[in-house]
């Protein structure tokens, strides 16, 4: 009789579990080297830069909770010989081949190695429409400049409490 009433009172009061967060699927972040070095010698310290911030921005993200992070690596080879910024939408179709509610695309253009951009791109799978656009500016080439000003998008941006929502 006392396994009962506690049965029908879980059943009466609200849910206590929390709903699972989104999925997410987080791409490798691309690059526009549009600098005189990388014409001449090409990208390769900005290619493993490339690595180290995408699986930062997975890893922080996964450790906030927000989301769940999805492994990209059955579409990562697709995503990889196509341009996602410029795909016609074969980011939200790799994504939704995943299984995700939400994308998010990265890209970074080098001017020079003074003058360097990183942004990112939340998108609704569904949908197709833009969450959230996040860009910021370095100065400097180095993996710390590139990790420190993705800290500051995860930290301002993307996990900062109502940025992006209309009131």
């Known amino acids: 009789m006392r396994a009962l009433m506690v049965i029908a009172a879980l059943l009466l009061t609200p849910s206590l579990a929390r709903a699972d967060p989104p999925k997410l699927a987080v791409f490798d972040f691309e690059l526009i080297d549009t600098s005189l070095p990388g014409e001449f010698y090409g990208s390769r310290p900005e290619e493993a830069r490339l690595v180290l911030i995408s699986e930062q921005l997975r890893k922080e993200l996964r450790e ?21 910024q410029a795909c016609g939408g074969c980011d939200l179709k790799l994504a939704g081949q995943l299984g995700a509610d939400l994308e998010i695309t990265g890209m970074v253009q080098k001017v020079s190695n003074l003058i360097i951009n990183l942004n990112i791109y939340l998108r609704d799978v569904k949908t197709g429409a833009m969450i959230m656009a996040a860009s910021a500016d370095m100065r400097g ?26 009131e």
Do not use: C
């Not at 993307?158 to 992006?164: D, K, R, S, T, V």
């Open 141 to 166: 080439n180095t993996d710390e400049a590139w990790t420190r000003t993705m800290s500051y998008l995860i930290r301002n941006r993307l996990l900062a409490p109502n940025y992006g929502k209309r």
């Open 64 to 84: 906030s909770g927000k989301f769940q992070v999805l492994d990209i690596a059955p579409v990562r080879d697709a995503a990889r010989h196509a341009n996602l």
